[in-house]
């Protein structure tokens, strides 16, 4: 071990801050010098996305003490920025492990600083936060949650005052402030429960939640058209956040026949059944399509545990079976229909905008320009795109925004919150699926129909893990040496390369490469901001779908080739 990891390490040991179970915890691990070393090698980053991590022991895991660090770093940067009598966070929790204790820890060091808290009574989605920030004008805000990833990891959101993922400049002013502190010595903290008896720590008032649902409600594109809503509906929560905002707004909105997969139905950090409870993945979809086939359902949709995501399968009325749609499938069908009906009841707005991600299928892009419709390409993570929507709010064009879409699951058609809303996805999403049906459509045509009209497009995620300190520095000299010399990937020439580290068309500086094939597809590739892993998007663009097929697993075999040699 490094002189300094052994320091650091015997430091919590010997801490008469640090608890019985966690100095246990780190003993148990005292003859595994790889173990402690992974632990202690740095301290766990912070960024745009907060914190995100294995919980466990060590100042590179999410635990009590690194919470309660990012807390009073959080709270410095508050105390600097707002005046004493505006200084308040908003809080909320999923159903990961630790959430709820972490939610209290980070709510005592905001309350021992004089900040004011609210914080929900109960498990609530990211967007339910986002909402709350801006509805009681909080100075910030955070989620603990760690989305979609598997049980052992845990993490800690923070928004602005827009109710916005923070962005570059504001993530490194709280991570500067985070640096300067000593995890045990700095960090300020008083009893929770004494707390909400002093009224320091407040519980957000259910007409917050009232009104969040009544939003979502208002983003229905129906106008005058009448439909039937008697279909059936298969929803998990894949046991996460989303149960009882996605049941009470389909209830409202006149969606009663949902049946909830149950071993997926209550709040459960483990996620016994879907040990990565990511819609984007078919694992985490199996049951509830079982489920869809035993009740002959029309549709599943689940919702990650945040519930900010949402992966929808639809029953095939050629095969009988439930066919999964893609994120980039669920994004053109959705801007379709919202485009449609705009136009059909003269509801388009002046000047419309789609705002979508770079890694997001360009098909948008030609469905968008069909409707008149401006598409706005951003990096990648929804919190561009809720800053984009705080811009178009300074210069008044608010109504302007229609969509906002992103390959990995995440939708918003409003502009109530400032990141991807699955309870309005669901909502937006189960409306469409009746509408059609109500016209004798099923979306898998309606799908089909506009491949033929716009060409087919097929657009692949791959994720390469890259596991500890070892496998940090390989993926960062990976991006390094694809820098240079990439002229071909396999038979394809590549005719540009954008390095978004030279910042371009005025985005933040970004560790992301675009390569553009001379065959109309192109590859990105970024290392994951909050996972261990290098992520590849792969976009191929033909006239048929063979064709795109075989255009795709050629990029992917060489884009393989290129990864495991280097």
Request: glycine share 6%; charged share 25%.
């Amino acid at each position: 071990m490094e002189k300094n990891i052994d320091i650091e390490y015997n430091s919590w040991l010997k801490s008469e801050v640090v608890d019985l179970n966690t100095k246990n915890e780190l003993k148990e691990i005292s003859n595994y010098p790889k173990e402690i070393n992974d632990r202690f090698y740095k301290n766990l980053s912070f960024g745009t996305g907060g914190l995100r991590g294995i919980l466990g022991a060590g100042t590179n895991r999410m635990n009590i003490y690194t919470v309660a660090k990012a807390s009073q770093g959080l709270a410095n940067y508050v105390i600097k920025h707002f005046e004493l009598n505006h200084r308040s966070i908003a809080v909320s929790y999923d159903s990961r492990i630790m959430s709820k204790e972490f939610a209290q820890i980070a709510s005592s060091v905001f309350a021992a600083n004089h900040i004011k808290v609210y914080i929900y009574s109960e498990l609530m989605p990211t967007p339910c936060l986002s909402y709350a920030v801006r509805y009681l004008r909080c100075s910030a805000g955070i989620m603990i949650t760690a989305s979609h990833n598997p049980a052992k990891y845990n993490g800690y959101k923070v928004y602005g005052f827009d109710g916005c993922q923070i962005t570059t400049q504001m993530a490194n002013d709280i991570y500067i402030e985070i640096e300067k502190i000593d995890i045990f010595k700095d960090v300020i903290r008083i009893d929770y429960d004494e707390c909400v008896n002093k009224k320091i720590i407040n519980y957000i008032p259910s007409e917050v939640y009232d009104s969040f649902i009544e939003e979502i409600k208002m983003q229905s594109v129906l106008f005058k058209d009448q439909i039937n809503r008697d279909v059936s509906i298969i929803y998990s929560p894949l046991n996460g956040t989303g149960l009882k905002p996605i049941l009470r707004a389909l209830n409202e909105e006149g969606f009663t026949n949902v049946k909830v997969v149950k071993e997926q139905e209550n709040p459960d950090g483990n996620f016994p059944t879907c040990p990565y409870p990511n819609p984007e993945v078919i694992e985490a979809m199996e049951l509830g399509m079982k489920y869809a086939k035993k009740y002959n359902a029309e549709i599943l949709l689940a919702t990650d545990p945040d519930c900010d995501r949402v992966g929808i399968a639809v029953k095939d009325n050629k095969t009988e079976e439930m066919k999964l749609l893609s994120g980039n499938e669920t994004g053109i069908l959705l801007l379709d229909y919202i485009c449609s009906q705009r136009i059909k009841h003269n509801k388009m707005p002046k000047g419309p905008i789609l705002i979508k991600t770079i890694v997001t299928t360009d098909m948008a892009e030609k469905v968008a320009s069909s409707y008149g419709v401006k598409t706005i390409n951003l990096l990648t993570g929804f919190k561009f795109i809720g800053e984009k929507i705080g811009f178009l709010e300074k210069e008044n064009k608010l109504d302007s925004y229609i969509l906002g879409f992103e390959e990995s699951y995440g939708y918003l058609s409003g502009t109530y919150v400032r990141d991807k809303d699955a309870v309005n996805g669901v909502t937006l999403i189960c409306e469409m699926f009746a509408y059609y049906k109500t016209n004798h459509i099923n979306l898998i045509e309606k799908l089909d129909d506009l491949y033929n009209k716009y060409g087919y497009y097929k657009n692949t995620l791959y994720s390469y893990n890259f596991e500890g300190i070892e496998g940090f520095n390989l993926m960062q000299s990976i991006m390094r040496k694809l820098r240079h010399g990439i002229t071909n990937i396999g038979e394809y020439k590549v005719l540009e390369c954008l390095d978004y580290l030279k910042g371009i068309d005025d985005l933040p500086i970004s560790d992301v490469l675009k390569f553009t094939l001379d065959n109309h597809c192109s590859v990105v590739i970024r290392p994951s901001g909050t996972e261990p892993k290098l992520k590849v998007y792969i976009s191929v663009n033909g006239k048929t779908k063979n064709q795109v097929k075989v255009y795709e697993k050629i990029i992917h075999n060489e884009i393989d080739k290129m990864i495991y040699k280097y």
